[in-house]
């Protein structure tokens, strides 16, 4: 009888010892997202407000605040794209989707295309895929605690930690920038004017698989691979400026590959549109599909104004911009 009562002494102090660990580790994590929410709340106090565009509130229309911070801000036809797989988070015509923003990140300026006025907006967005990160290491980061997690039905912002390991930090070295082959003898480094030789190679864009040149920027075509190239300690001296350390994103570093991939985003996704425009007119006449083409091709030329963005979706469409 003393055996028995013994051991069920012992079973309710080994409950109540793991019953008082776990209230011990749930107030410790209540209290870190108290504190988490608060440093998101000072950072979002300090943040400058600009008041949201036409674009921004088309997709923030169904949010009872509409955000003006920099975590919501965007430039022109106001689309958000994750960093890392350039998946549009924000579309005016279509749904919106869940995104994260890192705010330990400085904002950046971004220049608008339509009027030249510079906008300071959020410098690391991502998806949910690459947010949770999975295992894949696809998207590493080099901060992982303070990030806004935004609803996009509601516009809910709420602050989250993010599930994956920091990145490791380093310095750029030279052998990060690819070496670039069949460079014409005599041409030189378009920073300092000294000619390439062997010695004295001709570099591309730190991590850059397609080895491009000098990012150019002209009206019609956006961001293009100028085939201007700069020798090593130039290169390495202009990438700096940009980051002192290798960014998390290593393909972000040539403007040239994010254009690229950013245009096949929305190759992608205006083909999407077209498709469910196509649907929407159900099985109706062939005239109510056209109507519903032109009409979706219309909204998205009224949205874009960048030349190399409409011309994709001439192209997806067949159609020409009546404008």
């Excluded at 660990?21 to 608060?38: G, H, T, V």
């Excluded at 330990?104 to 339509?114: G, H, L, Q, R, Y």
Aim: charged share 20%; glycine share 6%.
């Amino acid at each position: 009888m003393f055996h028995v009562s013994s051991m069920r002494q012992n079973s309710f102090n080994l409950f109540a010892s793991n019953m008082g660990e776990q209230r011990i580790k749930f107030k410790e994590k209540r209290n870190q997202m108290d504190s988490l929410a608060q440093v998101i709340c000072d950072w979002q106090r300090a943040c400058p407000a600009e008041p949201p565009t036409a674009n921004m509130l088309q997709w923030m229309a169904a949010w009872p605040t509409k955000c003006p911070l920099v975590c919501c801000r965007a430039t022109d036809c106001a689309t958000i794209q994750c960093a890392f797989c350039h998946v549009s988070l924000t579309s005016a015509i279509g749904t919106c989707k869940l995104r994260y923003e890192c705010t330990e990140c400085a904002p950046v300026a971004c220049e608008s295309f339509t009027t030249g006025q510079r906008h300071v907006v959020s410098a690391t967005t991502m998806c949910e895929t690459c947010f949770v990160w999975e295992g894949t290491g696809r998207a590493p980061h080099r901060h992982a605690d303070r990030f806004l997690r935004i609803a996009p039905l509601s516009g809910q912002h709420t602050a989250v930690a993010r599930p994956a390991p920091c990145a490791a930090m380093r310095g750029l070295l030279l052998a990060d920038f690819p070496l670039i082959l069949g460079v014409v003898a005599g041409e030189c480094c378009c920073a300092c004017c000294d000619t390439f030789s062997a010695e004295n190679p001709a570099v591309g864009q730190p991590f850059c698989t397609e080895r491009h040149g000098v990012c150019g920027f002209d009206l019609r075509r956006g961001p293009f691979d100028s085939r201007c190239f700069l020798c090593g300690p130039c290169a390495l001296r202009d990438a700096e400026a940009r980051s002192n350390l290798a960014y998390d994103n290593p393909s972000a570093f040539c403007r040239v590959c994010v254009h690229q991939r950013a245009m096949e985003q929305f190759r992608l996704e205006f083909t999407g549109d077209r498709a469910a425009a196509l649907a929407s007119a159900g099985n109706g006449q062939m005239d109510e599909g056209a109507t519903a083409v032109a009409e979706c091709h219309r909204l998205l030329m009224s949205i874009h104004k960048q030349p190399w963005i409409r011309d994709i979706v001439s192209e997806v469409f067949g159609l020409e911009s009546t404008e």
